[in-house]
């Protein structure tokens, strides 16, 4: 049994149209469910768990980047399914997932192309794409060692590729990538570091499952572009996580 997670600003009147051909497809191909709505009041894990009251299986976030991040926040720790339809703007991870917008995301969920996805998890929250940091931050593996970047770089920890980042999801690794933000050439002291050079340009990656981040002061990692989480922070890999129905033009 499915159920679909409709985001609050679906409420809006410029979504009802789409909203309605989508139901129409999802009936006609057999996949129709329970539909339950984001609200001030109700959180999806709530949501969620009335709905395994009632025998579902497979969760389908209807929305955009920020509903499939709560969404897999609520059930990480369940044995279900999780599907997506992208509808309104802010979808980059569907994009990765291979998942179109709107009506053809129906056929991807039912063609059920299920693959196991790990998830990254930065303290208490869960996180399926990229975390972003300035270069205020020290990554430090337990007591094997130390990276600290130079001035003027970022540092990005990746789970899922974006159209100019390569990454897998299903090995069981984060990889950090360190890079000037301002053209300079930057890098890191560390152990092992593999470095790429183009022109002007080089960048320093390497693949973890856990790590921490710290800094003198307090300082925010951008996670997936939606949430701001401070440092101190313990950043891991839950490998093989989740199950994601995926397209097959997905970018892994």
Same mark, same amino acid.
Request: proline share 4%; charged share 25%.
């Given at each position: 049994?499915?159920?679909?997670?409709?985001?609050?600003?679906?409420?809006?009147?410029?979504?009802?149209?789409?909203?309605?051909?989508?139901?129409?497809?999802?009936?006609?191909?057999?996949?129709?469910?329970?539909?339950?709505?984001?609200?001030?009041?109700?959180?999806?894990?709530?949501?969620?768990?009335?709905?395994?009251?009632?025998?579902?299986?497979?969760?389908?976030?209807?929305?955009?980047?920020?509903?499939?991040?709560?969404?897999?926040?609520?059930?990480?720790?369940?044995?279900?399914?999780?599907?997506?339809?992208?509808?309104?703007?802010?979808?980059?991870? #569907?994009? =990765? /997932?291979?998942?179109?917008?709107?009506?053809?995301?129906?056929?991807?969920?039912?063609?059920? !192309?299920? %693959? @196991?996805?790990?998830?990254?998890?930065?303290?208490?929250y869960y996180f399926l794409s990229h975390l972003r940091a300035?270069?205020?931050?020290?990554?430090?593996?337990?007591?094997?060692?130390?990276?600290?970047?130079?001035?003027?770089?970022?540092?990005?920890?990746?789970?899922?590729?974006?159209?100019?980042?390569?990454?897998?999801?299903?090995?069981?690794?984060?990889?950090?990538?360190?890079?000037?933000?301002?053209g300079r050439l930057g890098g890191v002291r560390s152990l092992?570091?593999?470095?790429?050079?183009?022109?002007?340009?080089?960048?320093?990656?390497?693949?973890?499952?856990?790590?921490?981040?710290?800094?003198?002061?307090? #300082?925010? =990692? /951008?996670?997936?572009?939606?949430?701001?989480?401070?440092?101190?922070?313990?950043?891991?890999? !839950?490998? %093989? @996580?989740?199950?994601?129905?995926?397209?097959?033009?997905?970018?892994?």
């Open positions: 049994m499915y159920q679909y997670i409709y985001d609050a600003f679906l409420s809006e009147g410029k979504y009802a149209k789409i909203l309605s051909m989508i139901e129409n497809r999802l009936t006609d191909l057999g996949i129709g469910g329970r539909v339950s709505r984001l609200n001030l009041f109700k959180d999806p894990r709530e949501l969620i768990y009335e709905g395994l009251k009632i025998g579902v299986q497979t969760v389908v976030a209807v929305g955009n980047d920020a509903t499939l991040t709560q969404v897999i926040n609520a059930v990480s720790d369940l044995k279900l399914t999780i599907g997506m339809i992208p509808v309104g703007p802010k979808n980059e991870i #569907a994009e =990765v /997932l291979g998942i179109s917008e709107g009506l053809s995301a129906c056929d991807c969920l039912s063609n059920r !192309l299920i %693959q @196991r996805i790990d998830l990254g998890k930065i303290n208490d300035s270069s205020k931050i020290h990554l430090r593996n337990g007591g094997q060692y130390c990276i600290r970047s130079i001035k003027d770089n970022c540092v990005e920890i990746y789970n899922l590729p974006t159209l100019n980042e390569r990454a897998n999801p299903q090995d069981g690794y984060l990889e950090v990538k360190i890079k000037p933000t301002l092992g570091i593999f470095n790429k050079q183009s022109g002007a340009d080089r960048a320093s990656f390497f693949p973890f499952k856990k790590i921490f981040l710290e800094s003198g002061d307090a #300082a925010p =990692v /951008l996670v997936d572009n939606l949430k701001v989480v401070n440092t101190p922070a313990e950043v891991q890999i !839950l490998p %093989q @996580r989740l199950r994601m129905i995926v397209g097959k033009n997905r970018l892994f």
